[in-house]
């Protein structure tokens, strides 16, 4: 257990739908993350999170929409996504950015879009 | 742009015995930082092993060490009297040592089979 928690563990969502991913931390960490982890691509970054204001977004389409209301909580967004957005999502913490920060990661939520 | 190869897709070991995992990385940075993480089944990954480059001594935890060969730009994992918790996907990552960069840089996974 590494103190990082996800839910929903599975989610399964229409195109049209509206959903949202969950992420809490109480491990007193100051960053979280968002990876996506496709089954023929390496994980990918997808946002970054420093005391609760978004410092990367690397490249990520508009109907992902990240939220960190508080260094505990991390949400991830979704609306009319695609086929191709299925995928494992991991969300992570680290006590800082720096570079050999450990990162603790979720057990992730399981998306398919149909 | 920096990128890890780990060219051995799954591989397969004798509990008790010993086995190596390949990573290589390709990059003109000077300083950086490696590490190896595990995704068990229950899909959470753990740091396992990580490496500042700046480091000549190879990094070693417990039965988990690493050959870093900065010029060849190899950093392989080798782990000691394997047991059937180690099986589980293990991941290369590479990170720049600069603030400004926080992405995190895997390879493509290599699985790890334990054989009773």
């Known amino acids: 257990e590494t103190g990082v928690t996800q839910t929903p563990r599975h989610l399964v969502m229409g195109m049209t739908n509206k959903k949202s991913l969950k992420c809490e931390q109480h491990l007193g960490h100051n960053a979280m993350y968002w990876y996506k982890q496709s089954a023929k691509k390496p994980l990918e970054l997808m946002f970054v999170y420093s005391l609760e204001e978004r410092v990367e977004n690397n490249s990520v389409p508009s109907r992902f929409s990240?939220?960190?209301?508080?260094?505990?909580?991390?949400?991830?967004?979704?609306h009319t996504l695609q086929p191709e957005d299925s995928a494992l999502y991991l969300c992570a913490s680290s006590r800082t950015t720096d570079a050999l920060e450990k990162l603790f990661f979720g057990s992730g939520t399981q998306l398919s879009v149909l | 742009a920096q990128t890890v190869t780990q060219s051995q897709p799954e591989m397969s070991v004798q509990e008790a015995e010993t086995?190596?995992?390949?990573?290589?990385?390709?990059?003109?940075?000077?300083?950086?930082?490696?590490?190896?993480?595990k995704q068990p089944p229950s899909r959470q990954m753990i740091l396992v092993i990580r490496q500042e480059a700046y480091k000549q001594q190879n990094a070693t935890e417990n039965r988990f060490s690493v050959n870093f060969q900065k010029a060849a730009k190899s950093?392989?994992?080798?782990?000691?009297?394997?047991?059937?918790?180690?099986?589980?996907?293990?991941?290369?990552?590479?990170r720049r040592?600069?603030?400004?960069?926080?992405?995190?840089i895997f390879g493509s996974g290599t699985r790890l089979l334990v054989r009773p």
Do not use: R
């Open chain 2, 97 to 104: 040592g600069m603030d400004s960069s926080y992405k995190l």
């Open chain 2, 19 to 37: 086995v190596t995992l390949s990573c290589t990385y390709d990059t003109s940075e000077s300083d950086y930082y490696l590490f190896w993480y």
């Open chain 1, 66 to 78: 990240p939220e960190c209301p508080n260094s505990s909580h991390l949400f991830l967004h979704l």
């Open chain 2, 75 to 94: 950093f392989s994992l080798k782990i000691s009297d394997s047991q059937l918790g180690d099986a589980a996907m293990y991941f290369c990552a590479y």
